[in-house]
């Protein structure tokens, strides 16, 4: 039964290294001037990570679907460093909205580093 139990913790295990590998890069990567889009980000992973490139100096195209949400997070990630902030309502899993806001984002900054995706 404790073979059991480990296998009830192998997701969270897996989880918790998937958070720590993202942080690690996030952490060693110089992301200053860098374009980066985030979705997701009304909460959890996606405005955690606006908030670590932000940071970072990364100039940043946010992406949620709660336009009050998204002027918070904008407003957020202005103050913790970040040069530029595109916030775009947009739903990520509708492929004319993704269309949209990574042309909206070339638009703007004529290129992308990074797409994080945090549905």
Do not use: W
Not at 76 to 100: E, H, M, Y
């Amino acid at each position: 039964h404790l073979c059991l139990s480990c296998l009830c913790l192998l997701p969270i295990f897996f989880i918790f290294k998937f958070l720590y590998t993202i942080y690690l890069h996030l952490r060693n990567e110089n992301m200053e001037g860098k374009v980066v889009i985030v979705t997701g980000v009304s909460s959890g992973i996606g405005e955690q990570l606006s908030y670590e490139y932000a940071k970072k100096g990364a100039r940043l195209v946010i992406v949620t679907r709660r336009e009050e949400r998204l002027q918070q997070v904008a407003k957020t990630a202005r103050g913790l460093g970040s040069p530029d902030v595109v916030p775009i309502c947009a739903d990520a899993s509708n492929v004319n909205d993704c269309k949209r806001f990574v042309d909206e984002t070339i638009n703007h900054f004529g290129r992308c580093k990074s797409l994080s995706i945090a549905i």
